[in-house]
């Protein structure tokens, strides 16, 4: 069975300082992995997914199978960028996909 | 193109009650999922419908249930709820079964009393 975790439930950063939001997961397969971010009142959004490699908004997250983790940086921080992260790992049941989501992180920024 | 809706965006039962939620995909998506998120948890998966025929299912009891219509849009359907059942439901559409970047709606939150 697959599980996404993401350790801190609150992450409080100031304006400018560097910002790692960590995911370790497990999965006996290959694994898809995702940031998905929800501002406040509005709906759940892709940030970013490891295959495609982009940058979004400043952020970056790597795969590193080794350490199972997908954790997202971001090397100064925005207010704009205070809301919910969740790590979603996707996993195939014969021809379905189906997202498992980490409990989460609010990241906070302040000035 | 239209972002997937769901309807409604609140809702109020009673334990024991059945409840019918609504989602309408985004416009050209033929896969809808269904996703449980209770407070201050992430999404959990309950289950996906792939032209009209249900296609994954999660950890849920059969008394959640769904539907697919030949326009994609989807039904999602709890019999006899129970109080734990309160939740954020949310669906998500995307465009292929392996296509996994999904588009999820704002959500319906269910109390139920």
């Known amino acids: 069975a697959q599980r996404v975790t993401q350790p801190e439930k609150l992450l409080s950063v100031f304006k400018g300082a560097p910002v790692e939001l960590k995911c370790n997961y497990s999965?006996?397969?290959?694994?898809?992995l995702f940031w998905y971010v929800q501002y406040s009142r509005q709906r759940l959004q892709l940030l970013l997914r490891?295959?495609s490699r982009e940058s979004i908004k400043g952020f970056t997250a790597d795969l590193n199978k080794g350490e199972t983790s997908f954790h997202l940086k971001k090397p100064f921080a925005q207010e704009e960028d205070s809301a919910m992260y969740y790590c979603?790992?996707?996993?195939?049941?014969?021809?379905?996909?189906?997202?498992?989501f980490g409990t989460g992180t609010r990241l906070q920024v302040t000035l | 193109e239209t972002g997937v809706t769901q309807s409604p965006t609140h809702l109020i039962k009673t334990r024991g009650q059945q409840v019918t939620l609504r989602c309408s995909s985004q416009?050209?998506?033929?896969?809808v999922s269904w996703y449980q998120q209770a407070l201050g948890q992430g999404p959990q998966f309950i289950f996906q419908?792939?032209?009209?025929?249900?296609?994954g299912r999660g950890n849920f009891p059969p008394r959640f249930s769904g539907l697919q219509f030949p326009n994609y849009s989807s039904e999602l359907n709890v019999n006899a709820l129970e109080l734990d059942d309160s939740a954020l439901y949310l669906c998500?559409?995307?465009?292929?079964?392996?296509?996994?970047?999904?588009?999820f709606g704002q959500g319906t939150r269910l109390t139920v009393v």
């Open positions: 998500a559409s995307s465009l292929q079964t392996l296509n996994t970047e999904a588009f």
């Open positions: 999965y006996s397969g290959s694994p898809e």
């Open positions: 490891h295959i």
């Open positions: 979603a790992l996707s996993a195939h049941t014969g021809t379905a996909s189906k997202l498992t």
């Open positions: 416009s050209g998506h033929n896969t």
């Open positions: 419908y792939y032209r009209e025929e249900e296609n």
